[in-house]
């Protein structure tokens, strides 16, 4: 009944097109990618707003957005508490949603990736998801807890909808399993370097190269590489290696380096965290 | 729902029950699951495998656990004849070693070297760190630390039995944090460690292994009936939390169309308010913990705290099993307050001598609303699925007594 369905057999509607356009982009640059996490929402909307409008100048060449979620599985300490901190400031999804709107208004060309977990969605109707998501001008979703074995519940039918639907490769995904993860995949995939959750330990230059060969030997799509990447040396290593290098909760420590003690941000906050973001991208900007 | 010519078939091969179930799980857990479940369905079909279960139920546990016509309660709710299945009386005092012992089996099989758990009242913290301890393999047991405070003597039984008690923060501090970090933990150590999850909930195919195991306590039952009564009996009822002594008393039954079976969840300080742990009777389908079910949530899908006195119902879901069965019909699922719960746990004391968990203290505390009403040859069999010493502390504090 959930058996993986081939990508050949969706006819649906067309994509964005900014994440094929932005990483024809970096190759046409000959660089590697910047990719960003933040958390929708944190520390809250205002200066939330700021940050996200910051990031593109900052040397983001993707965004990707968290969608708050209270018990994020994969998460590691840092994007918990950042979740924790949205939501307790009001965020939710249909927020998030709203905050892609409103950046699409100043900015055209950045990806925006949405990623998180099945039950926001789950529980705002898939179907009435994908329009709004559409809607907003976001590109591609990374839903952690959704494997190729539950394809029909969301992956499916955002193809369908011209969503495109980012999955997750792990070193664990061994090359007999390898086909049926990137079967439904569009954008890029996201290689998790390291068997663990978010911000907690990184994995060796060679694995990771060895990791990255063995994909690009199933598929044509850009990777980018996630996971334990927290410097600007990290980043320059990474980007001469994969397609992009994904950065997440060394920015989202950042945030939390600059909120007093009941989480509300500091002044200096938006600016301390984009030049940490600057720093970042001049790994892979030279 | 189209009628059913079973209601025992279930899981479908994807891990469904109808809606429910599935594999909602992160990628670098996936080829795990997938072994686990390679791995059970080879088992299951292993004669070998079922001797060893079955000697440990024995001579390890105390299996059979009786099955116990309760006289004195039976005489004073002057109504139904009540019975107990006396799952409190397994090694450990509480019906979770059936499910420890079946997937620390399957853990060894698979050449697993270490052992993780979650626990909320710490009943199955015990029973994993005792069949750790059995089979020497390292046992690292997550537990809310508020879970922690509440029951002391169950965090010390498993020290005891050398087990490491990682206290969680995160979130609320309880059962469902615990569950996401030993998730977290299992992410980061999928190639030596087995995750023994203590309920029929959980990514495919926990909650039909979880069920399978727990199963022995309605096959046992069914037979102990036929010979006491010579027939089997008229209501099943049972306490749910994540769900797995209730299923195993039901799942042997589900065929039998003369038997009701009621499943009795924590309503807390009563389901209209916010401080209940009434899935079913309080919450809407969702995915959280690996599968689809019902689960407390507020309209953005961010689930919500769960309030139960006893901390082994405290849990924001439910087993898919059960929400597919609740769906159907097939079930009826109640739910019993704090109060009527501390009420029932008293009379069970006084009238039988019988200390009951506050688990199914909950059950008994729907018998005695349906009891009195109930014909002389209306046969209650009841799942006394723990014993209550690790509760008198909880039940001392809310009578405002002082030990």
Known sequence: MNAPVAIESITGTADSGRITKRFAALKAEGRGGLVTFITAGDPDADTFRDLLSGLPDAGADVIELGIPFSDPMADGPAIQAASLRALKAGANLRKTLDHVRDFRKSDDDTPVILMGYFNPIYKYGVEKFLADFKDSGADGLIIVDLPPEEDLELCIPALEAGVNFIRLATPTTDDARLPAVLKNTSGFVYY??????????????????????????????????????????????????????????????????????????????????????????????? | MEPVNTYRSGPDETGHFGIFGGRFVAETLMPLILAVEEAYETAKSDPAFEAKLTYLFKHYVGRPSPLYFAPRLTEHFDGAKIYFKRDELNHTGAHKINNCLGQILLAKRMGKTRIIAETGAGQHGVATATVCALFDLPCVVYMGATDIERQKPNVFRMKLLGAEIVPVTSGTATLKDAMNDALRDWVANVETTFYIIGTAAGPHPYPAMVRDFQSIIGIEAKDQMMEAEGCLPDTLVACIGGGSNAIGLFHPFLDDSSVEMHGVEAAGKGVTTSKHAASLTGGSPGVLHGNRTYLLQNDDGQILDAHSISAGLDYPGIGPEHSWLYESGRVKYVSATDDEALTAFQLCCRKEGIIPALEPAHALAHVSRIAPKLPKDHIICMNMCGRGDKDIFTVADALGEVI
Do not use: M
């Open chain 1, 192 to 286: 998790v370097s390291i068997l663990g959750i978010t911000g907690t330990k990184s994995a060796g230059n060679d694995d990771i190269q060895f990791a990255v060969e063995r994909l690009k030997r199933h598929t044509d799509l850009p990777i980018a590489v996630g996971f334990g990447i927290n410097s600007a040396d990290a980043v320059r290593d990474i980007g001469t290696i994969a397609d992009a290098a994904v950065v997440g909760s060394a920015i989202v420590n950042r945030i939390a380096a600059d909120l007093d003690n009941d989480s509300r941000a500091k002044p200096g906050l938006v600016d301390h965290v984009l030049s940490f973001v600057c720093e970042l991208a001049s790994g892979v900007r030279g």
